[in-house]
């Protein structure tokens, strides 16, 4: 009795310690501990996305995948396996495990090191919110009470869901619905058991044990978790055996991408940071811009290959670099696949190594792994460059051109490979739409990886005679019609100021005399638009110009303005032609429709101006500065302004309308005739009657030794700006030869703003 006394007396006292022992520790450490109700709201931290206006994925912004899900949208085999390998009595105990605790506890005795971990769901669930991974006695102590606390505030379901959710399974995806996507490309309802397993199989070592790192260690641990759901009675022996013979196959699935428009994508996230601030890439908001997918890649083609045209037919600059000279030890496959790695691809382009040349072919191992032959149709383009304005001889045969070893560009035309080169000159395009200002397509430059400038909305470029719809415009507004007689003879001006004289020239230099207006402006008369500038004044016409967006200081106070010496935007010379496409109201541009957040709900919509043509109430209108002639204020031509926070309730504005319907109409006409002429002459743009459109209009313009080209225009409900010229603004696009390796259908001659048939499959 006294041994069974003394025994009940020590077991006592040993609960009593272990309790104070507790106790103590929960006193010690409870001011460090977290507020878990913050987990009754938590916003997981999810990627911001980009959609066009049909809502085709453009672009993902974050470092963290993930894909939140509801537990009752996860499939029951998925948090089957994670149960029977992470913690089979989950549904079962009180948050911690003691038998587990137990365990661990012994290992730290014998070892003196915190080896294993022990814990809960509801454990790990408290370490990925509040704590850090470090294998320490005080963290695990401060573990296991949050996940008491947790307990006590969520019920399990609540608990499973934050942690299938929440819990890192590498390749910075977070959560099962991002590692379907990661590993596997797919949904979660789209996943087959076995690859279920390996996903439930990630929690223990996502570094090493994920499928894209070690398809075998993966195997494995798949394997381990299979058996665990067998034993646990999740599924049966039959689909034990299927699952584990299997093959485990993934790779690398980025977001998909539907259409890759990173200038667009840019401006959009920009825009976000602008108004959300830095917390915004992980805020799971989606932003829905005005963007057309359809139009965007039309307008993307178009600009691209106009712009590899131009390019090629300047001639070949040559290869990138020499990886081994002709007669040397050539380079092996697998050196040249580690070489092509590291290089980058621009859109079209992709770098390969010419392997071999005979006759009129070459052999070339590309980027991806292929050797593919280019034919001679592919490199007879290919004349030696020597200047922007001389090429060399035709080339023979393909060693004219290219040797082994040599590191060049190729792009695949239909079935076959072409030999290309990266363009040293570049281009911008911008679509609007002339009722709302709402941004459909737009194109900054020939590629972003190559180049982050964005052109269309910030280089600020000469624009030549496209100016000259305004110009035009003002002598309307003067009282002018389209049948007005102006001399079309040259001028000499003596500039008291230059100690010379100023003698502006028609392109070609030929002169009719007297001629309508409507025939100067169809075929781009120069003296034309700047005897009108005389009889408008230039004052006037400077003031004039500032209804359409344009700011005095952007206007030369000089008659070369009639010409086009002034500089803008492509985005501000599409919203100036949108005034005559309207019908004679000035609207600004916008690219951002409306922000959701991470449950779907609009948080931003886009408040437009908007047009009114009749019966229109009294009240204030957007932009009174341009309305009055004092030119738009910085903020009214920055991208996205008119966004409205939906906390309060913002009236759209109507639009000014800056000239008259009967002025928009008569310089319409006269775009117009710049495609279509009338018998007997054809305008500058004439190139685009192949498109057998009569509703199509617009402007040529190139500016002085050719620096700058442009072509603005419009369809029934758009308006397009492109412009093409070396970012360096001295050097001149030059002028090309025939190339007798080509036939007839290829450009010589000079180069200068045309409308051609590429940008059929934007207006069709």
């Not at 009940?8 to 109700?37: Q, R």
């Not at 919110?129 to 006590?152: D, G, P, S, Y």
């Not at 093959?247 to 959300?276: D, F, Q, T």
């Not at 990886?323 to 580690?338: D, F, N, R, V």
């Amino acid at each position: 009795m006294k041994f069974i006394k003394r025994l009940l007396t020590f077991a006592i006292l040993c609960l009593i310690i272990g309790v104070s022992t507790i106790f103590g520790f929960y006193v010690y450490v409870k001011p460090d501990l977290p507020d878990v109700a913050t987990l009754k709201d938590v916003k997981l931290q999810t990627p911001m996305q980009v959609y066009s206006a049909d809502g085709k994925l453009l672009s993902q912004f974050g470092e963290k995948r993930r894909i939140p899900a509801r537990i009752d949208e996860m499939p029951k085999y998925l948090i089957e396996a994670l149960l029977a390998t992470e913690d089979s009595r989950f549904y079962d105990h009180p948050g911690i495990d003691p038998i587990g605790i137990v365990r661990a506890a012994i290992v730290v005795a014998t070892s003196g090191e915190a080896k294993q971990g022990a814990s809960t769901i509801t454990q790990q669930l408290a370490r990925n919110f509040f704590l850090t991974n470090e294998k320490k006695v005080m963290r695990k102590i401060k573990e296991i009470f949050i996940a008491i606390h947790i307990e006590q505030l969520l019920t399990k379901d609540e608990i499973l869901e934050l942690y299938l959710n929440k819990i890192p399974l590498g390749y910075r995806s977070f959560g099962v619905g991002a590692a379907a996507q990661v590993y596997f490309g797919k949904n979660l309802d789209q996943l087959t058991l076995s690859e279920m397993a390996v996903i439930a199989g990630l929690p223990k070592a996502p570094s090493t044990l994920n499928p894209i790192r070690s398809v075998e260690r993966a195997t494995n641990r798949r394997n381990v978790v299979l058996s665990r759901m067998l034993d646990e009675g999740y599924i049966s022996r039959s689909e034990y055996e299927q699952a584990k013979n299997e093959p485990v196959m993934s790779k690398y699935h980025g977001a998909k991408i539907e259409l890759y428009a990173p200038y667009v994508a840019e401006m959009a996230r920009a825009w976000m940071v602008k108004k959300y601030g830095e917390d915004v890439y992980e805020s799971g908001r989606k932003v829905y811009l005005t963007v057309d997918s359809r139009l965007q890649l039309s307008a993307q083609n178009a600009a691209v290959n106009n712009l590899l045209d131009y390019d090629l037919r300047h001639g070949y600059r040559g290869a990138v670099k020499t990886l081994w000279q002709e007669g040397a030890t050539p380079w092996t496959q697998e050196e040249i696949k580690q070489h092509l790695k590291s290089q980058p691809t621009y859109g079209q382009l992709v770098p390969a190594i010419v392997t071999a040349v005979q006759g009129k072919t070459a052999t070339v191992f590309n980027k991806y792994g292929d050797s593919v032959e280019l034919p001679w149709g592919g490199i007879k383009w290919a004349r030696r460059y020597k200047t922007d304005s001389r090429q060399g001889a035709a080339p023979t045969q393909a060693s004219d051109i290219l040797a082994t070893g040599q590191q060049i560009w190729t792009r695949k035309l239909g079935e076959n490979w072409a030999l290309s080169q990266v363009p040293d000159a570049n281009t911008a395009f911008v679509a609007v739409s002339p009722e709302n200002g709402a941004i459909k397509a737009l194109v900054g430059g020939f590629n972003y990886v190559h180049s982050k400038f964005n052109r269309a909305t910030q280089s600020v470029r000469q624009v030549g005679s496209s100016i000259k719809p305004f110009i035009y415009s003002a002598a309307l507004d003067k009282g002018m019609t389209l049948a007005t007689l102006v001399n079309d003879a040259p001028i000499n001006h003596w500039d008291q100021s230059q100690g010379t004289a100023w003698r502006p020239k028609n392109s070609p230099p030929t002169y009719s005399g007297l001629t309508r207006l409507k025939i100067g402006f169809a075929k781009s008369k120069n003296v034309m638009a700047v005897r009108l500038l005389r009889r408008i004044g230039l004052d006037d016409t400077i003031d004039f110009l500032t209804r359409f967006g344009f700011k005095h200081d952007e206007l030369p106070r000089a008659e070369a303005l009639a010409l086009g010496a002034g500089s803008l935007t492509p985005l501000q010379m599409a919203q100036g032609y949108s005034v005559f496409a309207n019908g004679g109201y000035y609207l600004n541009s916008f690219i951002v429709d409306k922000v959701t957040d991470s449950f779907g709900d609009v948080v931003y919509t886009s408040t437009p101006d908007y047009i009114c043509r009749s019966n229109c109430p009294v009240e204030e209108t957007a932009n009174a500065d341009v309305a009055n002639g004092e030119g738009s204020s910085e903020n009214d031509v920055t991208v996205g302004e008119v966004e409205t926070d939906l906390s309060e309730v913002i009236k759209p504005k109507q639009a000014p309308h800056v000239i008259s319907e009967q002025n928009a109409f008569l310089v319409r006409e006269m775009m117009e005739a710049n495609i279509w002429g009338e018998a007997g002459w054809s305008g500058t743009g004439w190139r685009a009657k192949t498109l057998n459109r009569r509703d199509i209009g617009g402007k040529t313009g190139t500016t002085n030794d050719v620096k700058d080209t442009w072509y603005v225009g419009f369809a029934p409900g758009l308006v397009a700006s492109v412009w093409v010229g070396f970012d360096d603004p001295s050097r001149k696009l030059g002028r090309t030869s025939r190339n007798k390796n080509l036939g007839n259908d290829q450009v010589s001659g000079g180069e200068a703003g045309q409308k051609r048939r590429r940008w059929h499959g934007l207006i069709s």
